[in-house]
């Protein structure tokens, strides 16, 4: 069963292409996503870890690679619910 | 639109420039134009379609400083630093021009918006592939707006709307995506582009005027100009030709 970085690994794969991204590199910056990348991140968020995420959670910071993605999910103690 | 010869029109105060291209306007030269940084940004870039709409914006940016400031396009001191984190992802600032630049790219769009000491966001999105609309109600809209959402669904294409007038604003005011969008409130997607609320700063409201850009149907684009007075005055510029009057060898 893969963890949650794992996951976090793979969604964000599944979106950039076959190159391989560091977990600390900022997906955004890198051209990987645009902006609007952000809102599906916070919905592959919730459904996946079962997180509610409010409107107010959506701050760039949380979200900006693999690592804080990651954190986030377990700061807001995220469990892997589906995949 | 003007600028049908390829050079940049002095930029008076009051007056912000938009400078539209498609992504593949860059030749592969203009790369050379660039600054290391820029260059190092673009290396880090896998994608073809990545690096030529980050060639064409950097590239139009580095054009007009060059104008404003009477030398090579490659001597324009382009400073990228983000003021949070230091890392080179931040807006184009080039000191001692006196020019407010915003850059966006989406898809084959690619638009920078040139102002003379008036702050000026940009923003251009794609309609496709945009999130799915439930996502992007719950997750851009305020508590406000949700209210005021009409019985029949909002259209993904009035949602990336709203989208785009928002980080135009966030841009324009250089905080970025680092304030939740839930915390602004725009007028309804049928209606004028407004600033209604600023939760964090509602001074602002007053400072910022917004305006709907229109490129194509396929696209969403919003201006947000600061301190501007109540009508600046957009003159649109064909950024294509612009970089095709600069070939480079390469």
Known sequence: MPDQLGVVRAFVQRHVGETPVDDDEDIFASGYVNSLFAVQVVMFVEQTFGIEVTGDDLDIRNFQSIAEIHRFVLNRGGERLAV | ?250
């Open chain 2, 1 to 250: 639109m003007t600028g049908r010869r390829g050079t940049v029109p002095p930029l008076a105060g009051g007056t912000v420039q938009l400078w539209w291209a498609r992504a593949e306007a860059a030749h592969p030269g203009h790369a050379a134009l660039l600054g290391e940084a820029e260059r190092r940004r673009l290396t880090g870039m896998r994608h073809d379609a990545d690096r030529a709409r980050f060639t064409v914006g950097a590239a139009l940016v580095r054009l007009i400083g060059a104008a404003a400031l009477g030398v090579h396009p490659r001597a324009v001191p382009v400073d990228r630093h983000c003021d949070v984190c230091r890392r080179p992802h931040g807006p184009p600032r080039i000191p001692a021009s006196g020019l407010c630049l915003s850059v966006s790219h989406a898809a084959g769009r690619v638009v920078v918006a040139a102002a003379r000491g008036t702050a000026v966001g940009v923003d251009v999105e794609s309609v496709r592939g945009a999130p799915e609309t439930a996502g992007m109600v719950r997750h851009v809209l305020s508590s406000a707006e949700r209210a005021t959402v009409p019985a029949r669904p909002l259209s993904a294409r009035a949602l990336v709307a709203t989208w785009s007038r928002k980080e135009a604003v966030l841009k324009a005011l250089g905080v970025g995506l680092r304030v939740p969008m839930a915390r602004l409130v725009v007028s309804g997607p049928g209606e004028p582009a407004r600033l209604l609320r600023y939760d964090p700063d509602p001074a602002v409201v007053a400072r910022t005027r917004l305006l709907d850009l229109h490129t194509g149907r396929r696209y969403t684009a919003a201006l947000a100009v600061l301190d501007a007075g109540v009508h600046p005055r957009l003159v649109q510029l064909d950024g294509g030709r612009l970089l095709a009057a600069h070939p480079v060898p390469g």
